[in-house]
């Protein structure tokens, strides 16, 4: 079975340029001299080394052929293609000669399949151009004879090294063919008007001969000078209108090549998709405008309203709504929450401190050291020593927050362990943004795709919806007491979302679809800003989220009524994911949650020093099918010990590390509280209770730390 992939990139190491690639449902190969786009068909039937030969020949063209066309009107373009083709696997061969041994397979395959169909061919009957085809192809495995007229020739076009060479040699070689094409069609016997049949040569002989009746002589001068016209309706002369002719063998080679791809008409073919740039200027709503919004919500909540009430026909006021309920849970959870990012903070310096230890070097400095002056008879080093520790790299964080309607049963316990993290930051001045996608907040109108602002409409490019919005809910750019009121902010927000309140969400910030993907093509432009933003080396994404989004759809050209439109096209598995930058391509998967795996493995392709971190809340009912994505020989057993101790850490997805955590293991009061007057055991397993759920969070916490230091 043939590795398309694998072979495209055999194509750009023989090209020596990242080239793009292409294999396509297509008739015969194509080089799109200006894109430095090759089309390659999808040779299924071919065997792999026959493929290794034909992409060997179609990289000749590519390299050595160029867009030159000037000389169609001199010569047909069959017989340069067979003058080219000779040119161009020479020049393979000499620069590449390990590509030799393909060549010669690949021809021995086809000549013992009879691939030019000689078994039932004179080969003596050929023209020239013909044999110097099979010549140059085959001509190890089968005999072919030539004049020394012809071998000429066959020297000229084996010693061709420009293309303009090979287009004189065509036509050198189209002019002999021309004359053996009339050669023979003055040796065609015709017939004899005295009875039986002679060669035209005898015939002109007795014509010259047979001057003694005027009937004779007319037919001869006929024939001779006969119009256009004439000659049509006349078969039996001699002053026929030339053949032109053809190199056979040369039309075999593309029909053949063709029947290697199969049936053309059963497939939708392969497109070849790419990753579009992002205006993410008007895609992110800046964090000082979202907590504008926020604080004129709750502000306007917190104000008594007058109204008027048409059941009791008189004016009301409306209490102010209380938001005493989450703001002093978020007191609460802010406060226990001490011990863990107290704990990550420790674990980060210790790891961070041990790196450097692991870099550090002794050097000399240079100043005589005194205490060491009476061993100069024996010891050399008289000199100080420094111990240096080289600086370590800059760290920076960027969160991406699920804002997705499926987050309403676990939104509270994931906004508790990004917080940890944020803390995390403040206390060891790590520079940080959080980011929530969703496609609810539309803050322009957008009413189509061609009409999107947000990114160039171009064909095979993927679409990123226009209501699609990243909140930039917190920056460690704002002081520590703005952060502080900001998460308190978004605190009652989510709490508005998960719980019974007072007060409504406000709009434009419910949860929404999942943008995710959306989201992982926008980190291409953020991970560059933040890193000049912050002046930081190294970078770690950290995706919160409860799942994956569907395959983005891509732009596509039709025609309705005669017109060219342009719109979305749903992608299939079987297409493919094209990266220009870095040469990569990525063939599309028929399971939905392998796409975001897919753009995570491009975007490390980009940015090779970025980590990828992924957290999941996964509620118990779903833990054990996300688990079964990433492991599909998942045993009981394993399941078990992994339920037992309610998390996983997946390496196998497209992220760095997947961490897999049960919602209720989140759920539990981390408070070790006990009753005035409890029994040992009552104390104890209040104990046990509150160091487990520490435990797991420290364990997950101690891993996270691992990855980011």
């Given at each position: 079975m043939?590795?398309?992939?694998?072979?495209?990139?055999?194509?750009?190491l023989?090209?020596t340029?990242?080239?793009?690639?292409e294999n396509?449902?297509?008739?015969?190969?194509?080089?799109?001299v200006?894109?430095?786009?090759?089309t390659?068909?999808?040779?299924?039937r071919?065997?792999?080394v026959?493929?290794?030969m034909l992409?060997g020949h179609?990289?000749?063209h590519?390299?050595?052929?160029?867009?030159d066309w000037?000389w169609?009107?001199?010569v047909p373009?069959?017989?340069?293609?067979v003058?080219?083709d000779?040119r161009i696997?020479?020049?393979?061969?000499?620069?590449?000669?390990?590509?030799s041994k393909?060549?010669y397979?690949g021809?021995?395959?086809?000549?013992?399949?009879?691939?030019?169909?000689?078994?039932?061919?004179?080969?003596?009957d050929?023209?020239?151009?013909?044999r110097?085809?099979l010549?140059?192809?085959?001509?190890n495995?089968?005999?072919?004879?030539?004049?020394?007229?012809?071998?000429e020739?066959?020297?000229?076009m084996?010693?061709?090294?420009?293309?303009a060479?090979?287009?004189m040699?065509a036509?050198?070689?189209y002019?002999y063919?021309k004359?053996?094409?009339?050669?023979?069609i003055?040796?065609?016997?015709?017939?004899?008007?005295?009875?039986g049949?002679q060669?035209?040569?005898?015939?002109?002989e007795?014509?010259?001969?047979s001057?003694?009746?005027d009937?004779t002589?007319?037919?001869?001068e006929?024939?001779?000078?006969?119009?256009?016209?004439?000659?049509?309706?006349?078969?039996?002369?001699?002053?026929?209108?030339?053949e032109?002719?053809?190199?056979?063998?040369?039309?075999?080679?593309?029909?053949?090549?063709a029947?290697?791809?199969?049936?053309?008409?059963?497939?939708?073919?392969t497109?070849?998709?790419?990753?579009?740039k992002i205006?993410?200027d008007?895609?992110i709503?800046?964090?000082?405008r979202?907590?504008?919004e926020l604080?004129?919500?709750?502000?306007?909540?917190?104000?008594?309203?007058?109204?008027?009430?048409?059941?009791?026909?008189?004016?009301r006021?409306?209490?102010?709504?209380?938001?005493?309920g989450?703001?002093?849970?978020?007191?609460?959870?802010?406060?226990?929450?001490?011990k863990?990012?107290?704990?990550?903070?420790k674990?980060?310096?210790?790891?961070?401190?041990?790196?450097?230890?692991?870099r550090?070097?002794?050097?000399?400095t240079g100043?005589?050291?005194?205490?060491k002056?009476?061993?100069?008879?024996?010891n050399?080093d008289?000199?100080?020593?420094?111990?240096?520790?080289?600086?370590?790299?800059?760290?920076?964080?960027?969160?991406?927050l699920d804002?997705?309607?499926?987050?309403?049963?676990?939104?509270t316990?994931?906004?508790k362990?990004?917080?940890?993290?944020?803390?995390?930051?403040?206390?060891?001045?790590?520079?940080?943004?959080?980011?929530?996608?969703?496609?609810?907040?539309?803050?322009?109108?957008?009413e189509?795709?061609k009409?999107s602002?947000?990114?160039?409409?171009?064909?095979?490019?993927?679409?990123?919806?226009?209501?699609f919005?990243l909140?930039?809910?917190f920056?460690?750019?704002?002081?520590?007491?703005?952060?502080?009121?900001?998460?308190?902010?978004?605190w009652?927000?989510?709490?508005?979302?998960?719980?019974w309140?007072?007060?409504?969400?406000?709009?434009?910030?419910?949860l929404?679809g999942?943008?995710?993907?959306?989201?992982?093509i926008?980190?291409?432009?953020?991970i560059?800003?933040f890193?000049?933003?912050?002046?930081v080396?190294k970078?770690?994404?950290?995706?919160l989220t409860?799942?994956?989004?569907n395959?983005?759809?891509?732009?596509?050209h039709?025609d309705?009524?005669?017109k060219?439109?342009i719109g979305?096209?749903?992608t299939?598995?079987?297409?493919?994911?094209?990266?220009?930058?870095?040469?990569?391509t990525y063939?599309?998967?028929?399971?939905?949650?392998?796409f975001?795996?897919?753009l995570?493995?491009?975007?490390?392709?980009?940015?090779?020093?970025?980590?990828?971190?992924?957290?999941?809340i996964?509620?118990p009912?779903?833990?054990k099918?996300?688990?079964?994505?990433?492991?599909k020989?998942?045993?009981?057993?394993s399941?078990?010990?992994?339920?037992?101790?309610k998390?996983?850490?997946?390496?196998?997805?497209?992220?760095?590390?997947y961490?897999?955590i049960l919602?209720?293991?989140?759920?539990?009061?981390?408070?070790?509280?006990v009753?005035?007057?409890?029994s040992k055991?009552?104390?104890k397993?209040?104990?046990?209770k509150n160091?487990?759920?520490?435990?797991?969070?420290?364990k997950?916490?101690?891993?996270?730390?691992?990855i980011?230091?």
């Amino acid at each position: 079975m043939i590795n398309y992939e694998i072979k495209s990139h055999l194509a750009k190491l023989l090209a020596t340029e990242n080239m793009v690639v292409e294999n396509r449902n297509v008739d015969t190969a194509q080089f799109d001299v200006e894109k430095r786009i090759l089309t390659l068909p999808m040779w299924k039937r071919a065997s792999n080394v026959v493929y290794d030969m034909l992409v060997g020949h179609e990289v000749g063209h590519a390299l050595f052929t160029p867009n030159d066309w000037s000389w169609e009107d001199r010569v047909p373009k069959q017989f340069v293609n067979v003058v080219e083709d000779a040119r161009i696997e020479k020049l393979m061969k000499r620069r590449y000669p390990g590509l030799s041994k393909s060549f010669y397979k690949g021809y021995e395959e086809l000549s013992e399949n009879d691939f030019f169909a000689l078994k039932e061919a004179n080969i003596d009957d050929m023209n020239l151009a013909d044999r110097a085809n099979l010549y140059f192809k085959i001509g190890n495995f089968i005999d072919i004879p030539f004049t020394s007229k012809e071998k000429e020739i066959l020297t000229m076009m084996s010693e061709t090294e420009t293309f303009a060479d090979a287009v004189m040699v065509a036509e050198e070689l189209y002019k002999y063919c021309k004359g053996e094409n009339k050669e023979k069609i003055e040796n065609i016997s015709l017939p004899n008007p005295n009875g039986g049949t002679q060669s035209s040569e005898e015939d002109n002989e007795e014509s010259k001969e047979s001057v003694d009746t005027d009937e004779t002589s007319n037919s001869i001068e006929g024939s001779q000078s006969a119009g256009e016209g004439e000659r049509d309706n006349n078969p039996n002369t001699n002053d026929t209108v030339e053949e032109e002719p053809k190199v056979q063998t040369d039309s075999m080679f593309e029909e053949g090549t063709a029947e290697f791809n199969g049936n053309l008409e059963s497939g939708r073919g392969t497109n070849y998709l790419e990753i579009p740039k992002i205006d993410t200027d008007k895609v992110i709503i800046s964090n000082k405008r979202i907590h504008k919004e926020l604080e004129e919500y709750w502000t306007d909540c917190s104000t008594p309203k007058e109204y008027f009430c048409v059941y009791r026909k008189q004016n009301r006021v409306s209490p102010p709504k209380d938001f005493s309920g989450p703001d002093s849970e978020f007191a609460k959870f802010k406060k226990s929450s001490n011990k863990e990012v107290n704990y990550l903070v420790k674990e980060f310096e210790c790891k961070k401190s041990a790196d450097a230890y692991s870099r550090s070097f002794t050097s000399k400095t240079g100043t005589l050291d005194c205490t060491k002056l009476h061993t100069y008879k024996y010891n050399e080093d008289l000199f100080k020593k420094v111990n240096v520790i080289p600086n370590g790299k800059n760290h920076g964080l960027i969160f991406i927050l699920d804002w997705s309607g499926s987050m309403s049963t676990c939104l509270t316990e994931t906004i508790k362990q990004l917080y940890n993290l944020i803390w995390f930051c403040s206390k060891v001045n790590i520079p940080f943004d959080v980011y929530a996608f969703t496609n609810n907040y539309i803050h322009e109108l957008r009413e189509s795709y061609k009409e999107s602002t947000i990114q160039e409409v171009k064909e095979y490019d993927f679409i990123v919806q226009p209501d699609f919005n990243l909140l930039h809910f917190f920056s460690s750019d704002v002081s520590r007491r703005d952060l502080d009121r900001h998460m308190n902010s978004v605190w009652r927000l989510v709490a508005s979302l998960c719980t019974w309140v007072e007060y409504s969400t406000p709009n434009g910030y419910n949860l929404s679809g999942t943008p995710l993907n959306e989201t992982i093509i926008c980190l291409h432009d953020i991970i560059p800003q933040f890193k000049k933003k912050y002046a930081v080396q190294k970078v770690n994404v950290v995706i919160l989220t409860d799942g994956e989004s569907n395959a983005l759809p891509y732009y596509k050209h039709w025609d309705y009524n005669g017109k060219e439109n342009i719109g979305a096209n749903r992608t299939y598995s079987g297409d493919y994911v094209r990266n220009r930058k870095t040469g990569h391509t990525y063939k599309v998967d028929y399971e939905y949650y392998k796409f975001t795996e897919l753009l995570l493995k491009d975007l490390k392709q980009v940015h090779p020093d970025v980590n990828t971190i992924g957290i999941r809340i996964s509620a118990p009912g779903d833990f054990k099918s996300f688990i079964r994505k990433y492991d599909k020989n998942l045993t009981e057993e394993s399941y078990k010990k992994m339920r037992k101790e309610k998390s996983v850490a997946i390496k196998t997805s497209g992220y760095t590390s997947y961490f897999g955590i049960l919602s209720t293991a989140l759920d539990n009061q981390t408070d070790f509280d006990v009753e005035e007057g409890a029994s040992k055991s009552k104390i104890k397993a209040a104990f046990v209770k509150n160091l487990n759920s520490k435990s797991l969070n420290k364990k997950v916490l101690s891993q996270f730390v691992d990855i980011i230091s």
